[in-house]
C-alpha cells in the first residue's frame, strides 16, 4: 500500500515562501512519476509540478514557472516543492501524487493519471 504524507503547509502572506514536503512509503523504483497538484475552493484539483525518477526534467504549469520548483530526496523517497513569491491565488490544498507506470508527458499533467494521493496541505496566502 503506498502511502503519502504531505507537509508544511501554512498561512503566509504575498511574497514569501514555503517549502512542502511530501513523504512517500514507496521507493522510486516503484514509482514511475510523482507530482504536485492543487485545489482551490469551488475549483477543479490542477497540476502544479512532476518529474519522473528515470531522468531529469521537471514539469511546471505555467501559473507557477519560475516561483516554484520540485525536487527530491531518493534517499528518503521525499519530494519537496518549493514556492516562492506566492501569491493570494497560490491559495489551495496541495496534494502530492505518485503514478507506477509509464506514461507521456502531457499524461504527467493529468490528475486522473495519477494513481495514489496524498490527503493534502493548506497552503493560504494573504494579501
Known amino acids: 500500500q503506498v502511502q503519502l504524507v504531505e507537509s508544511g503547509g501554512g498561512l503566509v502572506q504575498a511574497g514569501d515562501s514555503l517549502r512542502l514536503s511530501c513523504a512517500a512509503t514507496v521507493r522510486s523504483f516503484s514509482s514511475y512519476a510523482m507530482g504536485w497538484f492543487r485545489q482551490a475552493p469551488g475549483r477543479e484539483r490542477e497540476f502544479v509540478a512532476a518529474?519522473?525518477?528515470?531522468?531529469?526534467?521537471?514539469y511546471y504549469a505555467d501559473s507557477v514557472k519560475g516561483r516554484f520548483t520540485i525536487s527530491r530526496d531518493n534517499a528518503r523517497n521525499t519530494v519537496y516543492l518549493q514556492m516562492n513569491s506566492l501569491k493570494p491565488e497560490d491559495t489551495a490544498v496541495y496534494y502530492c501524487?505518485?503514478?507506477?507506470?509509464?506514461?507521456?508527458?502531457?499524461?504527467?499533467?493529468?490528475?486522473?493519471?495519477?494513481?495514489?494521493w496524498g490527503k493534502g496541505t493548506l497552503v493560504t496566502v494573504s494579501s
Open positions: 501524487a505518485v503514478r507506477t507506470s509509464f506514461i507521456n508527458n502531457s499524461g504527467l499533467y493529468n490528475k486522473d493519471a495519477m494513481d495514489y
Open positions: 518529474f519522473r525518477w528515470s531522468g531529469e526534467s521537471t
